[in-house]
């Protein structure tokens, strides 16, 4: 099980919508993909035709101790879990009401740990996870640093999202040293000379930056219209074709599963 968060301490990067076309494109490969909505707005499950729950992940992140004793190991997560439209592929939705979560949190011994020991109970069932998350810099970030194996880092061509990396480079080397980064530009207009320099001048100094530029398009707008990934009513267009691209990167950066499943993963997207 691999599990990538979609993080950068600026909204409006692209976070939710790579989630969602990633996590979209995964499935679609044959990989086993739960989404988890980390994010109040509960953007990434809307999008995906899911409804905010009643008991989420955050009720799941901030139970108390000894809560819940009465399931099994995993059953509480499992009965969160919404399945979607496209086969393999599930979210975990937010709840409808996320004002406290936050502070629940800070009320928890070891909060940041909560998200990690969550997701260990998912264990062999999903071949990877997608964490969508808020833009903030709040306790459930600092959770998602210590939970993810990496992180995917969508980074606008602007001065301020480069402000927001450093920020991230430095919370991540206080917190999460061994964290990979691998930086990601969205909403490109390569038309743009400012676009262009920003990110040549980013790609020389950063090794870890994902080959694949995600354009400003359209068609990423309109998965609000049908409320579905960008693949599925516009197949073929130059945002597919990038979210495929950032699929493919994303699995040539994820480590061999010890049950072979990510492998069998990227023989089907070879194929297909
Ligand atoms: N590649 C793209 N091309 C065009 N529009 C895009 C693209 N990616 C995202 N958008 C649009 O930009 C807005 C912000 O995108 P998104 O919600 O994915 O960002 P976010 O980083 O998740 O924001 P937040 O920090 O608020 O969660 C949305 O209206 C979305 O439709
Ligand atoms: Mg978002």
């Known amino acids: 099980m691999h599990v990538v968060g979609v993080y950068l301490p600026k909204g ?19 990989e086993r993909v739960l989404l988890i909505d980390l994010d109040p707005q509960g953007a ?8 905010p729950g ?3 992940v955050a009720g799941l992140l ?16 499992a009965s969160a879990v919404q399945a979607t439209a496209w086969p393999r592929l599930h979210v975990l939705p937010m709840d409808l009401d996320a004002r406290h979560l936050e502070a629940d ?13 969550l997701l260990a109970e998912l264990a062999g069932r999903y071949d990877r996870i997608v964490l969508d998350c808020a833009p903030s810099m709040a306790l459930l970030a600092d ?23 450093e920020r991230l480079r430095e919370l991540c080397a206080e917190r999460a040293p061994e964290l990979p980064l691998w930086p990601v530009f969205s909403l490109v207009d390569r038309r743009r000379a400012l676009h262009r320099d920003l990110i040549t001048a980013f790609a020389r ?14 068609a990423v707008e309109r998965m609000g219209e049908h409320r579905a990934p960008v693949a599925t009513f516009a197949a073929g267009s130059p945002a597919a074709r ?13 480590p061999a599963q010890p049950n072979g499943r990510l492998g069998e993963a990227d023989g089907s997207a070879a194929a297909g």
Request: glycine fraction near 8%.
């Open 105 to 117: 949190l800070a009320r928890l011994d070891h909060p940041r740990r909560r998200l990690r020991r």
């Open 54 to 56: 009643s008991r989420g």
């Open 44 to 51: 990434a499950a809307w999008l995906l035709g899911c409804t």
């Open 205 to 218: 100094v950063h090794p870890t930056l994902m080959p694949v530029y995600l354009p400003s398009a359209a």
């Open 143 to 165: 959770a998602v640093l210590k939970a993810a194996d990496a992180l995917l880092v969508p980074l606008v061509p602007s001065h301020l999202s480069l402000a927001a990396w």
């Open 62 to 77: 901030a139970a108390g101790a000894g809560e819940g004793r009465r399931l099994a190991p995993g059953e509480a997560v």
């Open 242 to 254: 990038a979210f495929s691209e950032l699929y493919r990167c994303l699995l040539a950066r994820t």
């Open 12 to 30: 409006g990067v692209g976070k939710t919508a790579i989630a969602v076309n990633l996590a979209h494109t995964a499935a679609v490969a044959g």
